[in-house]
């Protein structure tokens, strides 16, 4: 998964939301043009901003990332899936993290 993928998953559960760009930028605290970007692929999303959307969109954090031929991407995902809250929280960093340096395609 990349954050061009990662993007248009954003995006899609946006829409199915019916959730406007302006309203997920505002809670982002970013700009309108960020959260494009965001959307489009070409700005990272970092973790706690992933946090917010999934709050914002009323889903679960895993439901931004969808299964790979990656392993470690789909073991994080399971773990993901099945754990605590709390450790959800420390998972969804870990996948964000190896998103951002280009070690989960």
Known sequence: ???FILGKKIKEIRLAANITQDIAAKK????????????NGKRKVDAIELFALANLYNINI???FTKSNNPVLNKALYLLKNSSEQTKTAIGYSIIGLIEKGNLK
């Open 28 to 39: 982002l605290g970013i700009p309108l043009s960020s959260f494009s970007a965001i959307e």
């Open 1 to 3: 998964m990349d954050k």
């Open 62 to 64: 895993e439901d931004f």
